[in-house]
Each structure stands twice: as C-alpha cells, then as structure tokens.
C-alpha cells in the first residue's frame, strides 16, 4: 500500500514539474516574442541573443535577473532594463552614473557603444544574478524552439494518455472488485436466507410430529 501511496507521489510530482517546465518554455518563448520577459516571484530568465555582452556573457547564454529597488545597483552591476528607443530588453553593464543619478550603461563587447540612453527608474528592469550556457540548453531554445516545443508537447501527450489510461484501469478495478464483493454479499445473503427457510420448514415438521 505504501509503496502505490509512494508511486503515485512520485509519479504525480513528475508530470506537475514537466507542467511547469513546459508552462515556462512557453510563455518565455511567447513574452520573448513580444519583447517581455516572464516573472516568477521576482525572477526572470531570457536567452541573450545579441553579441553585444561578449565576451563575458554569449549568444545563447541563459541569463537570470532578479528584481531589485532601483537605488540598490551598484557601478560594474549588469542589469536589465527596457529601451524606449529600440523597443526592447537589453542586458548591459553599469559604467556610471549622471547628474541626475540615473544610470549609464554599456556592452561589455569592445565594439560596442556606450547607450545613449541612460537606465532610469522607470525602465530598468533588475540586476543579473547569474547567466551562463546551462549545457547550451539556451543555444537550443534559440536555434530549435519550436523543434523543443514539438517533442515536449508530443511527451506531455503521452503521459496525459498513459495516465489516463492507468486511472481507467483503477477505476475497472475497483469497480470489478467493488461488483464482486457486492456479488459475494449477494450470494451470502441468499446461503442466509435458504438455511433460514430450511430450518423454519425442518421447523415445522417436527412440531407437525408433536
């Protein structure tokens, strides 16, 4: 008994966290579509896709932000925030502040510009915590994201039939044992019954013979 109480668990706890994998994938792929980026509790994830923060992090890179008060960034902090100008996310390093104690941001790439655009309370978004390729799991998102999407639909499928199937057969057997126990009952009522009715005939026999 324990051990099926320990399967289900088991079992049940997989295929929520397959769910979840699967919920993130997608609204990750559809946010980054539209140029947003998912929340969860704080934190966000996206997949850089632009050379502009080699070499420290790649195209492809996974990159993981959370959010935090604006006044808590400090120079040399590589945040997220959102440009008005090229309408997007981008993720850069602080160089500096300006007088207005905003601040000035720039690729960690020789080659690329300091932003024109200073990061202001109303579009910095938060700091990077961590980033890295994750066993180029962010490579993959971006070269075979519907490919991904496909496989991990098509295996969902499989274990929502395969579950489905597995409650029937539950469902027939319990079922089945519920019948054969009523069936058993049924046919102890009727044992009851018949020596009841032949020791009320043996019964009257013999009061007969008196």
Same mark, same amino acid.
């Given at each position: @008994? ?20 699967? *919920? ?9 579509? =539209?140029? %947003? ?15 502009? @923060?080699?070499?420290?992090? @790649? ?31 981008? *993720?850069?390093?602080?160089? !500096?502040?300006?007088?207005?104690? +905003?601040?000035?941001?720039?690729? +960690? ?5 300091? !932003? ?5 309370? !109303?579009?910095?978004?938060?700091? *990077? ?39 029937? %057969?539950?469902?027939? =057997?319990?079922? /089945? ?11 102890? %009522? ?6 009841? /009715?032949? /020791?009320?005939? @043996? ?5 007969? %013979?008196?």
């Amino acid at each position: @008994m324990f051990k099926k109480i320990l399967i289900y668990i088991i079992s049940t706890l997989t295929i929520l966290l397959f769910v979840l994998s699967i *919920v993130v994938l997608i609204a990750g792929s559809i946010l980054q579509k =539209e140029q %947003k980026l998912i929340n969860v509790f704080g934190y966000s994830y996206s997949v850089v896709a632009t050379e502009s @923060m080699e070499p420290t992090i @790649m195209v492809g890179d996974i990159i993981i932000a959370k959010q935090v008060a604006f006044e808590e960034v400090q120079v040399e902090d590589i945040i997220v925030f959102y440009s008005t100008e090229y309408q997007k996310y981008f *993720v850069h390093r602080v160089i !500096d502040k300006d007088e207005n104690n +905003d601040y000035i941001t720039k690729g +960690d790439n020789p080659r690329a510009p300091i !932003d024109e655009e200073p990061v202001t309370r !109303d579009n910095f978004y938060g700091v *990077v915590i961590k980033y890295g390729s994750f066993l180029s799991l962010g490579q993959l998102i971006l070269k075979y994201r519907s490919l991904i999407f496909g496989v991990m639909m098509v295996i969902f499928l499989i274990i929502i039939i395969s579950e489905t199937i597995t409650i029937i %057969k539950n469902i027939n =057997e319990k079922n /089945r044992i519920k019948l054969e126990n009523q069936l058993e009952q049924e046919k102890l %009522k009727l044992l009851e019954e018949e020596e009841q /009715r032949i /020791r009320a005939e @043996m019964e009257s026999k013999r009061k007969n %013979k008196n």
